[in-house]
């Protein structure tokens, strides 16, 4: 039996997207789209561009793109706004990360040189390793907020934007941990207006954005609107959110392969993952006080994939080490190698070496597009706080307090795409298949 279909609100007019940070991911996903519309090159990773999806048997043979399947806005729709450390433009900005071809770069110039970043809020103690030129000043931390809130008005004004999202594709912060000063709307509105230490410039943004009715994406490691102050918001509110940390390189072959690892009961001694690279992100998390905040959404993942508590025999105790070095010639090109020890039949030992030569920012940029999509999909369809169903897309999935969150890749896709066929009023497919046979 197919479901109600969920009334979803037309893409009608523009979507203003706005990026927090102006860095290589930012740049590769702004300059990437604009590409894409000139058809100087395909939207490759995007499942949103790309993807399909089945609708009923297989023998229906009914699999249209997700795009023809639920309305997205076009990417002719798409406007552009950033908040930045740096006075850089996107033009300069997508030079200096040096990820796309400069001669893309100079075709893409006229368009790129508009995309001018807004002044950012910043704390030194949070993040290290960046000193900007590009800073909000303001009395307090609600000052900030005011003057974000008041970026958002004006540029959805200016741009003509009809619906905005917000997206963090800026430095992982110093690791947070929960405190009174988060609980509470009234709390965390007091803690703004005194300055707390225990707000970060993340949660500030978020703020802004919750307060002005704008969808939320968290694609770095650290607490953002995970927290009871900003998710409640949220769901009073009616507008969805997301996070947390985009998950690109490394943490999604972990993803792809420890599923596999269970599915054939094969055991794990040991897992030890290092990567270097030579951007941004590389020279923040070269800070351990950073790292620390991303170490924590990478470590997870394998012990909620891999169950140690229902299979004691096979993963209880598998020593699990993640590093990240930087090293400057690397640039964006980050070189991930993982050494797995494992272990099968009668415990007699096996390994697994991976060396994943990936490019980041180009595995990130077709995330941010597709996430930002389905957000303002999914508030046009009403649903609001967090959006498990995109947990696809992270590497420290935003989930309810009470349940565990889902890192098994199949079954975040699964996840989504059934959200999807949900939202559509089709049928939900388990894949059981006993009906071609009876």
């Known amino acids: 039996m197919a479901n109600t279909e969920i009334p979803i609100a037309e893409p009608k007019g523009k979507l203003g997207v706005m990026t927090v940070g102006l860095g290589a991911v930012a740049t590769t996903m702004i300059a990437g789209v604009e590409a894409v519309r000139r058809k100087l090159g395909l939207p490759i990773g995007s499942m949103t561009q790309m993807g399909t999806i089945r609708l009923g048997k297989r023998t229906d043979k009914r699999v249209p793109k997700i795009k023809d399947f639920v309305p997205l806005a076009s990417l002719d729709d798409l406007v552009f706004a950033s908040w930045d450390l740096f006075t850089d433009n996107a033009y300069e900005a997508a030079l200096k990360a040096g990820v796309l071809d400069s001669r893309l770069i100079e075709q893409l110039k006229d368009f790129l040189v508009t995309i001018k970043p807004m002044p950012a809020a910043f704390e030194q103690t949070r993040v290290k390793r960046l000193h900007p030129n590009n800073l909000k000043t303001g009395a307090t931390k609600m000052d900030l907020a005011e003057q974000f809130m008041e970026d958002i008005r004006q540029f959805k004004k200016s741009s003509g934007a009809d619906r905005l999202v917000m997206i963090w ?40 954005a919750l307060k002005m009715g704008v969808p939320h994406a968290n694609g770095a490691p650290h607490m953002t609107t995970d927290c009871p102050a900003l998710t409640n918001l949220a769901i009073e509110k009616h507008i969805p959110i997301c996070g947390k940390d985009f998950k690109s390189g490394q943490t999604f072959m972990k993803t792809l392969l420890a599923p596999g690892l269970k599915l054939k009961l094969l055991g794990l001694r040991g897992w030890f993952s290092t990567n270097i690279l030579g951007n941004r992100d590389g020279e923040v998390l070269d800070d351990p006080a950073s790292f ?26 598998f020593y699990h080490v993640v590093r990240i070095n930087y090293y ?64 696809f897309y992270f590497k420290g999935p935003m989930h309810a307090p009470e349940i565990y969150p889902e ?25 059981l298949g006993l009906e071609y046979y009876d």
């Not at 993942?301 to 299979?311: G, K, S």
């Not at 020890?341 to 415990?347: C, Q």
């Not at 996840?415 to 497919?429: A, F």
């Open 328 to 391: 400057p010639p690397r640039g964006d090109a980050k070189e991930g190698w993982d050494n797995i020890d494992i272990f099968g039949w009668l415990g007699y030992p096996m390994q697994i070496k991976i060396n994943f030569l990936c490019r980041d920012s180009i595995l990130a940029a077709p995330l941010v597009l597709d996430i930002v999509l389905f957000m303002d999909l999914a508030q046009r369809a009403g649903m609001r706080g967090v959006q498990e169903w995109l947990s």
């Open 169 to 208: 594709c800026g430095s992982t912060e110093l690791y947070t941990q929960p405190h009174p000063v988060h609980d509470t709307l009234e709390s965390l509105e007091e803690g703004l207006r005194n300055n707390s230490p225990d707000i970060p410039p993340s949660m500030i943004y978020a703020y802004a």
């Open 292 to 317: 620390k905040t991303k170490e924590v959404t990478k470590l997870s993942v394998l012990e909620h994939i891999l169950q140690p508590e229902l299979y004691p025999e096979l993963y209880k105790d």
């Open 407 to 431: 890192h098994d890749i199949f079954i975040q896709l699964m996840k989504l795409k059934n959200t999807l066929r949900w939202m559509r009023g089709e049928d939900l497919i388990t894949h």
